[in-house]
């Protein structure tokens, strides 16, 4: 079984094969490679910490922080919605929907997943900032608190299947036990089965909080853009992403600003990188933990 | 009905609220795109090209290029996202290299699309020097498309009983004859689900094209692969943010929002029916 034409083709796919972990370790390098310049310029203290961004100026300044204060509010706020919803939708679909409600449910998760970031971005601004402008009294509608709810909307999906998936996990035998001690379904579901879903839970928080962070034309478009540390919720912000993409294209390449930006860019992969890792760490143990290694 | 009735009853309606929360948001969207959309809907919106400093006219050359976008996208990641699949799972020795290449897919399918944007930047535009291109785009979205296109493909594989393996190898099949007359044909829906999932997501995607393909207005259409081009997402994001006739520009954009959410959800929609068929098929 081992002619040359079978080694050969097995060499094609493993050179197909190293190609995603060629692609991950070209984006490091070229991040890397584009973001360490800025350092010639500004201590990575004065990067991360410093509260001016004033990428443009004469001299310009280049301080990240109400950029990065501006990803954690809307992340924030983006988690107050996404976490009780999408954990609440995956509980309903496992616990309490029939096969008939499930086939019509599912493909309506799905189906809010799919919907592209650039209508969500649209729809904020032209739907819901007016809304929150009226309902709020504010004198702008484009706000952390606007950005953050849409992009809680967005994340819900993304919880609410990962964390379904997760429940699926939960051994029948658990919920049969809690049955036979008297516990009502209720009782099951709170004491049973979300604990033992715990971590594949969480995965799915820290899975739709990355998607929240990473996420571009929404924040751009919605957050209003005013790069300064907010004090409100109803104040407009620059989330990193939001900086990068307005920003880049202005910026002449090589120089001080477009390290910035690519500066940002890396800051950015860095968070969603450990988040992925982390979520990916504990949803092994916590296949291990049920024996369903794979 | 006692203390205990009560809370789960409250907390079964709660999470029926959560849920119904779903289809609010999606029936919500979906009212306001296609009530205010639809007027903008023309023969001329769908076949011309913009006209007037883009308050009138169609949005033919956006349409176009996200087509070419897509269809680039795929042609890059289709062939060697299958491939990476195959390898891992049915030659995948077991042992560093495929967890290497499982952790990389997993962590590649959680980096912001901007940031692949500045990668296909760096890299496609600059580095290689193709430019603000069809061809730049095309590559940048593929990267992207990539490890959806795994992990898909694989859960596809994957789902593929190990006794038709068993067989084709029994009959003296070599590996490659099973993976190729068995395996791959048994694995085609799946792996076509995953497929028309990804080309949704690239075909909506914005922030990757942003730098490395798109353009507000051009005249005339693309005539090669380095040629910069329109796009749908992109064409929405300008009308509402450049340009000096914010009212008539709202209504293209609202028309360009309903086509593409048209097209993005035909594609999830059949993904999804896809897949329930082939389900049925495999219970039956």
Redesign the interface.
């Known amino acids: ?1 081992n ?1 040359p ?2 080694r050969f ?2 060499l ?3 050179a ?6 060629a ?2 370790a ?2 490091i390098i ?2 890397f490679r ?1 973001a360490l310049p800025v350092f010639s310029f500004v201590s990575p203290l004065a990067f991360l910490g410093g509260e001016s961004w004033y990428p443009t100026a004469e001299p310009p300044e280049f301080g990240i922080w109400p950029l990065i204060a501006a990803s954690a509010w809307v992340t924030g706020i983006a988690l107050v919605i996404c976490v ?6 995956a ?3 496992h ?3 029939g096969p008939r409600q499930r ?1 019509v ?1 599912k ?6 997943a ?10 904020g ?3 819901m900032a007016p809304f929150m402008q009226e309902a709020f009294g504010l004198p702008i509608g484009l706000c952390a608190l606007t950005a953050g709810v849409i992009l809680g ?1 967005m994340a ?2 993304t919880v ?1 299947s990962i964390a379904e998936d997760a429940l699926g996990y939960v051994p029948r035998s658990f919920r049969e036990a809690s049955f036979a001690l008297g516990a ?4 099951t ?2 004491k049973v089965i979300i604990p033992a879903a715990g971590s594949g839970i969480s995965t799915a928080i820290i ?1 739709g909080m ?2 929240a ?5 929404t924040v ?2 919605v957050a209003g853009g005013a790069a300064v540390v907010p004090a409100s919720v109803f104040d407009p912000v620059r989330p990193m ?1 939001a900086a ?2 307005a920003e ?2 202005e910026a002449a ?1 090589g120089g001080e600003h477009y390290h910035a ?2 500066a940002i ?1 890396l800051a ?2 860095l968070v ?2 450990v ?3 982390a979520a ?1 760490l504990i949803s092994r143990r916590y296949r291990l933990k049920l024996g369903l290694a794979r | 009905m006692n203390r205990r009735d009560i809370f789960q009853k409250t907390g079964f309606t709660l999470l029926a609220l959560c849920m119904a929360a779903n289809i609010v948001f999606l029936g919500t969207i979906l009212w306001f795109i296609v009530s205010r959309g639809l007027p903008a809907i023309s023969w001329e919106f769908l076949t011309a090209a913009p006209r007037d400093a883009m308050t009138a006219g169609g949005i033919a050359p956006a349409i176009l290029g996200t087509l070419y976008l897509t269809l680039g996208a795929v042609i890059v990641a289709l062939p060697l996202g299958v491939a990476c699949a195959v390898y891992l799972t049915e030659y995948s020795p077991k042992g560093w290299t495929v967890n290497a290449i499982r952790i990389s897919v997993n962590n590649l399918a959680g980096v912001p699309s901007v940031v692949f944007g500045l990668f296909g930047l760096a890299v496609f535009v600059k580095g290689a020097g193709f430019g603000v291109s069809i061809l730049s785009g095309s590559l940048t979205l593929g990267m992207l498309a990539l490890p959806l296109i795994i992990s898909a493909s694989q859960e596809a594989l994957i789902a593929v009983p190990q006794s038709i393996r068993e067989a084709s190898l029994a009959l003296g099949a070599s590996r490659w004859e099973t993976i190729r007359k068995v395996v791959l044909p048994a694995a085609l829906p799946g792996i076509l689900t995953g497929v028309i999932l990804s080309v949704g997501r690239a075909a909506g995607e914005t922030a990757p094209i942003l730098f490395t393909a798109a353009a507000f207005y051009l005249k005339g259409y693309p005539d090669s692969v380095f040629s910069e081009v329109m796009a749908l997402p992109y064409h929405i994001y300008a009308l509402m943010t450049e340009g000096t006739h914010p009212e008539a520009q709202t209504r293209i954009a609202y028309g360009s929002s309903l086509v593409l959410l048209a097209l993005v959800l035909a594609m999830s929609m059949l993904a999804i029916y896809i897949r329930q068929r082939q389900r049925r098929t495999y219970h039956a």
Do not use: C, D, H
Not at chain 1, 16 to 21: D, E, N, R, W
Not at chain 1, 107 to 112: F, K, N, S, T
Not at chain 1, 184 to 187: F, H
């Open positions: 079984m002619t034409k079978e083709i097995k094609l796919f493993t197909a094969a190293f190609s995603s972990l692609l991950l070209g984006i070229v991040l584009e009780p919803l999408g954990v609440g939708s509980l309903y679909l616990e309490l929907a086939a449910l493909p309506v998760i799905e189906v809010l799919s919907v592209p970031s650039i209508i969500y971005g649209f729809f601004m032209t739907v909307v819900t999906p609410a009502n379904r209720w009782e579901l709170v899975l990355s998607r962070i990473g996420e571009t034309m751009l478009m992403t990068i993409a880049m294209g390449v930006l690519f860019a950015l992969f969603t990188f988040f992925n890792a990916e």
